[in-house]
């Protein structure tokens, strides 16, 4: 369920965030793609201020959709089998509205990324080495800030078209979600306004996080069909908030 809902997500982001200049991406029609074909590396930092232990770890996932549109609305299906690097992916099946899906865990999809599709009906056969690795960032992340004065995330992306933060307001209310979008050679800043609404840290109740979400996608013409790929780099840490 949750899977189906984030590439859900994903797909509408997609179609509005597409970089011009990605070496990757052919000149082709962006519009009515026959797959989405999405992996992920879920990193959780918990040195930054989550106690009691310091660690770094990830997880990375994949999830794909594939589409017909021969009556008019999208139908999402389901081709024969799909792999990716050599590991069948499972079936996620259609329980809620939400399109069929496959998915997967791996240890490893940074640079070794290889789909291959055995087609069915609509859907040709195909296979695909997205190789480009995941988005990445260096610089200092915010151990905390104050809300009157804003915050400022110093660093920078590689790999990256596209950049979402969020800040958790030590609350599991959606409401308490500051979510903002930039480019990424842009400057990664919440002013005072724009963080007023989040609570402040207390050592007795949930701790504030931020999640970094960079996107890269690329489009690829492949046995006369064009398929969307992303890799995508969710990177979850802790933060005061005073």
């Known amino acids: 369920m949750k899977s189906k809902i984030i590439i859900s997500i994903v797909f509408v982001l997609f179609l509005f965030s597409c ?3 990605d070496p990757q991406k052919p000149t082709a ?3 009515n793609p026959a797959g989405l074909l999405y992996t992920s590396r879920h990193t959780f930092d918990t040195t930054y201020p989550i106690f009691p ?3 770094i770890s990830y997880t990375d996932e994949a999830v794909c959709e594939f589409f017909d549109y021969t009556s008019g609305v999208t139908v999402g299906i389901l081709v024969d089998t799909v792999y990716l690097n050599g590991v069948g992916l499972d079936i996620i099946p259609n329980d809620s509205g939400v399109y069929d899906a496959y998915y997967g ?8 990324c290889s789909w291959d599709v055995v087609g ?11 190789s480009t690795p995941f988005p990445n960032f260096t610089g200092a992340l915010p151990a905390g800030f104050a809300k009157s004065n804003g ?4 660093i920078q992306f590689t790999n990256a078209d596209s950049v979402v933060i969020e800040l958790w307001g030590d609350s599991l209310s959606a409401n308490a979600i500051i979510s903002k979008s930039f ?6 800043t919440f002013n005072p306004n724009e963080v007023a609404t989040l609570y402040t840290s207390s050592a007795l109740s949930f701790r504030n996080i931020f999640t970094i979400k ?29």
Request: hydrophobic share 30%; aromatic share 18%.
């Open 19 to 21: 970089k011009k200049n």
């Open 214 to 242: 960079a996107y890269n996608h690329t489009i690829q013409t492949l046995s006369g069909k064009n398929f969307y790929f992303m890799k995508t780099l969710e990177y979850t840490g802790g933060i005061w908030v005073y």
């Open 120 to 130: 069915s009906g609509t859907i040709p056969s195909f296979a695909y080495n997205h």
């Open 183 to 188: 480019l990424p050679s842009s400057s990664f």
């Open 29 to 31: 029609n962006s519009s």
């Open 53 to 55: 232990s310091d660690s």
């Open 105 to 112: 865990i791996f240890d490893d999809l940074n640079s070794n």
């Open 151 to 154: 915050v400022t995330f110093n």
